[in-house]
């Protein structure tokens, strides 16, 4: 097993953005295993941070700049370590290259120091079912796996500890860590696109061009033996040129006789992008097949929780866009009957709701609207289903929210919490955070 400490030691980094995930913690905290001489940054207070200085209390090379940035930290530098979100106009990214200060992230300076095989998976949305399955898949097979990326409490460069010549590290990619990569230029050997949807636009300042670009570093710097498999839906769009091996996933590549327990076309969708590039890097239609019939999905993605009184539970909670809500929608809706009770709303990521506002009188009986800025942008045309039939309310807080949706649902109708916003806003830091709280809060109502 190799040792990077030494590429680390005496080195004078920034870390810009701890937060509270575990992903930036757990990475300052590899940093200053190796010797390195730390400035951590991030513009949340001491008191917001507190959980995370906690862990890293014992370093004593780490001196901390919170509640703000300042440019000097971005001077005489080595290297600045950015999280995801940092802006892309940020002055002080711009101040670290403006002095010849390498700007890196964590999974690509993971790959770069590494040096083993990297599966990356990118898309809008699928792309941590298709993460987890292919997971699965490869455990099964017999692989060693480290999971990595935009996996919950994972600091991806802790991982460095397990790499063995045999490894081979899976990453979960947003558009964010893939501008490390792009920065870097660099792509995964096995890369997978599986949607491209409206997402992030508050971001990218309404240019999804710009969100496409970060996107499609997950091809862009691959070479001809390396493997691309993109959803049928991306075809359109895959104008840059893609060097590797350019596989589309369709509806031939999962067997009709295959049964998959999560619900919904467009995780048949995502089976169909796992189960190629499986089958691309050798492994066997057995091993798959079994993975791919008993996998029940992953936390806060169309999960179904149980059923209740007759009333089935599923909490989608990582659904933060309106066209994800909309899958969920048709997944788990009956076409011949309106009977599900959706909970609906979040903070605004300034998307288009008109699809969502279609499909919504289609499926859903009752409608509870979970008051937030991206709520009231949805919230008239909601109340005007009230004339079609359907019971519409608007609560502040998941704990009424979820209370009236309980109160609402009658045996045979199934509760969807499908938000089709982002979490951040007044009632939480993330949307792990919002997930765990609606589970709390269904976990009580099997104890009432």
């Known amino acids: 097993m190799q040792n990077y400490k030494e590429q680390f030691k005496g080195k004078k980094i920034t870390v810009m953005g701890l937060g509270l995930l575990g992903r930036g913690v757990g990475d300052t905290a590899y940093l200053a295993e190796c010797g390195a001489n730390l400035i951590v940054t991030d513009l949340k207070s001491k008191e917001q941070l507190a959980s995370s200085l906690k862990i890293l209390s014992k370093y004593k090379n ?33 101040e670290a290259h403006k002095n010849n200060i390498p700007v890196e992230m964590s999974a690509s300076l993971f790959a770069k120091v590494a040096g083993i095989k990297v599966v990356g998976i990118t898309g809008t949305r699928g792309k941590s079912t298709v993460t987890h399955l292919i997971n699965q898949i490869f455990k099964l097979a017999g692989k060693k796996v480290l999971l990595g990326g935009n996996v919950r409490g994972v600091s991806t460069l802790q991982l460095l500890k397990k790499v063995t010549p045999n490894s081979i590290a899976l990453f979960e990619l947003d558009s964010w860590q893939l501008q490390g990569f792009g920065d870097s230029k660099i792509s995964p050997n096995i890369s997978i696109f599986t949607t491209f949807l409206d997402d992030h636009l508050n971001y990218y300042k309404g240019n999804r061009d710009l969100y496409f670009d970060d996107k499609a570093n997950i091809f862009k710097y691959q070479k001809e033996e390396d493997i691309f498999v993109a959803g049928e839906g991306l075809v359109k769009r895959l104008h840059a040129k893609v060097r590797a091996r350019a596989l589309v996933a369709r509806e031939k590549d999962l067997p009709k006789a295959w049964k998959l327990k999560i619900p919904g076309e467009h995780n048949r969708l995502n089976a169909q992008c796992a189960v190629l590039a499986a089958r691309r890097m050798g492994i066997s239609e057995k091993t798959i097949r079994k993975v791919v019939e008993n996998y029940e999905g992953v936390e806060g993605r169309l999960q179904y929780i149980r059923e209740i009184k007759g009333i089935k539970i599923y909490n989608d909670n990582n659904s933060t866009t309106p066209d994800a809500t909309v899958a969920a929608l048709r997944a788990v809706g009956d076409k011949k009957k309106r009977k599900v009770v959706l909970i609906v709303g979040g903070d605004d990521k300034k998307l288009d709701t008109k699809k969502l506002l279609h499909e919504m009188p289609k499926w859903c009986s009752k409608i509870v609207m979970f008051k937030e800025r991206g709520t009231e942008t949805i919230r008239d045309a909601v109340f005007k289903f009230k004339k079609k039939g359907i019971e519409v309310y608007e609560e502040e807080g998941l704990p009424n929210t979820v209370k009236r949706a309980y109160s609402l649902a009658k045996p045979g109708e199934t509760i969807l919490y499908s938000p089709g916003f982002s979490s951040f806003g007044k009632y939480f830091n993330n949307e792990y955070e919002r997930s765990d709280q609606f589970m709390k809060l269904i976990k009580n109502l099997l104890y009432a």
């Not at 940035?69 to 990214?93: C, Q, T, W």
């Open 62 to 94: 780490i001196s901390y700049r919170l509640g703000e940035h300042n440019l000097e930290d971005f001077k005489n530098r080595d290297m600045i370590l950015k999280a995801a979100g940092v802006p892309l106009d940020s002055i002080y990214v711009n």
